[in-house]
């Protein structure tokens, strides 16, 4: 279905219904309600502000740290992971969709937001309304963006307000993206434009841990670059690295490097880190965890099928757990007889195929008292002397971790600690008579949204 057509009205003001999901807050003195199922996702929000700090501390002097909440910030929560990395100094937050951005500008997110992925033209005005950075890398969506501007007619938006774009260059990636030749023509068509100025030259590696073929594509953008120069427009802000250009120093780190995967704790799949960012690396602490309780707990006899297929039989007596989670939260149907789980410290193996809702687990070997219900299970995260990674996850999936963490469910309850405690829950759904806690932040319930909010340069 096509965009609804723009509304010029001056002074309109667009109806907000809400934003994606509830935020509860530990009222003082209380503690969250409780979670709406035994299946859910843990968020450290001192390990995720650790890590910025220290990836920052990684960059030269001048370089800043972006941090990417796209895709619901990997998976951990768009809106209070932005919340404490603007809390504790990063200066900008980069997401992939126009609607990413206005989330996090109706939760009071007031740094610069850069939308990495072209939007509908027809949407450019209400980006500039939202004082959201566009990227453009197709000439013809270009000019399209730039007309859809040019028609603005609204009188609420100041006059010297401009859009900021980010002009993609083509270096090798084969996605995106304008060659170096056609750069100098657009970068003046959005200076000429006055709703727009040029924002960024900028590119995304193809292979972070080949230095060959990243210095190639370095030397287009710097093509890119002097093109610009030679027809006398001043250089703007570049940008090239994210996670593996850094860590494997193989790229400039230019003005800004977009910082995603290793914000979250996780070195890139593969990524042979370079000696003198090794430290840092190390450094890095895991954000997400997943845990869940058992729904039953019984004894199969042996020749028992389990869950569907069924693919897995038991060859003995066996002492099976049902987790209440399963591939519509995230957890790959490939993991079938593949998975482990932690329970007590101890591995366990996944048995059977995974479900949509469930998983099924063989704790007949765990020493001890017979594991019941009151076990807590590790899917990811630490346990014990015992840690199961993204990374492990992904290799048994035979993906990599940015596709494990990013695919968890959105109806997978998330529960945000700092200083050790639960200071905020994520759900669906919630029912504010529930108590223990409070529905309180900027656009946790339905609200009006003037135009022109902040984060405007």
């Known amino acids: 279905m096509a965009p609804a057509a723009e509304n010029d009205t001056p002074g309109a003001v667009a109806r907000i219904v809400a934003t994606r999901l509830p935020l509860i807050e530990a009222a003082p003195g209380q503690e969250l309600p409780p979670l709406p199922r035994s299946a859910w996702i843990e968020i450290d929000l001192d390990s995720l502000v650790s890590n910025a700090r220290l990836l920052q501390g990684s960059l030269p002097a001048g370089t800043r740290l972006d941090a990417v909440v796209k895709a619901d910030a990997y ?23 126009f609607d990413e951005g206005l989330e996090l500008r109706q939760a009071g997110i007031s740094v610069p937001i850069l939308v990495l992925f072209p939007i509908p033209p027809e ?16 000439q013809i969506l270009l000019e399209r963006t730039l007309a859809a501007l040019h028609r603005l007619n609204d009188s609420a938006i100041p006059d010297d307000r401009r859009l900021p774009i980010h002009l993609e260059v083509e270096t090798g990636l084969g996605r995106g993206g304008l060659n170096s030749t056609d750069v100098p023509a657009a970068a003046a068509a959005i200076e000429a434009a006055p709703r727009a ?48 250009g850094l860590l494997a120093a193989s790229a400039p780190a230019y003005d800004f490097v977009r910082i995603g995967l290793a914000m979250y704790g996780i070195v890139p799949d593969g990524l042979t880190v370079a000696e003198f960012h090794s430290a840092a690396a190390a450094g890095l602490k895991p954000v997400l965890s997943l845990r869940a309780r058992p729904v039953r707990v019984t004894e199969l006899p042996a020749g028992t099928g389990v869950s569907y297929g069924p693919t897995f039989v038991t060859s003995r007596p066996s002492r099976i ?18 998975a482990q789980v932690l329970v007590r410290g101890e591995r366990v193996p996944a048995v059977g195929t995974v479900a949509m809702d469930a998983v099924m687990v ?29 990374r492990e996850v992904a290799q048994w999936g035979n993906t990599i971790s940015y596709e494990i963490v990013s695919a968890m469910s959105a109806r997978l309850p998330r529960v945000y600690y700092a200083a050790a405690k639960a200071v905020q829950m994520r759900v ?10 409070e529905i309180g932040r900027p656009g946790a319930l339905a609200i009006e949204e003037e135009p022109g909010p902040l984060g405007c340069e």
């Open 428 to 437: 669906i759904a919630c029912d504010p008579v529930q108590g223990g806690g």
């Open 197 to 244: 100025r040029l924002a960024s030259l900028w590119s995304h590696l193809q292979a972070a841990g080949d230095a060959a073929r990243t210095a190639d594509q370095a030397a287009r953008l710097g093509v890119a670059s002097s093109l610009l120069e030679e027809v006398g427009m001043s250089m703007p802000d570049r940008h090239l690295a994210a996670s593996g």
């Open 362 to 390: 063989d704790v007949t070997d765990v020493p001890g008292a017979p594991v019941s219900v009151d076990d807590e299970f590790t899917l990811i995260g630490r346990q014990g002397n015992e840690t199961i990674d993204a």
């Open 75 to 97: 998976g951990h929560g768009a809106v209070p992971v932005a919340r404490a990395l603007v809390a504790a100094g990063v200066q900008s937050l980069s997401v992939a969709t």
């Open 321 to 338: 757990a049902t987790l209440p989670l399963g591939y519509a939260d995230g957890l790959p149907r490939n993991l079938s007889n593949k």
């Open 123 to 138: 949407l450019a005005p209400d980006a500039l309304r939202h004082c959201l950075s566009l990227t453009a890398g197709d």
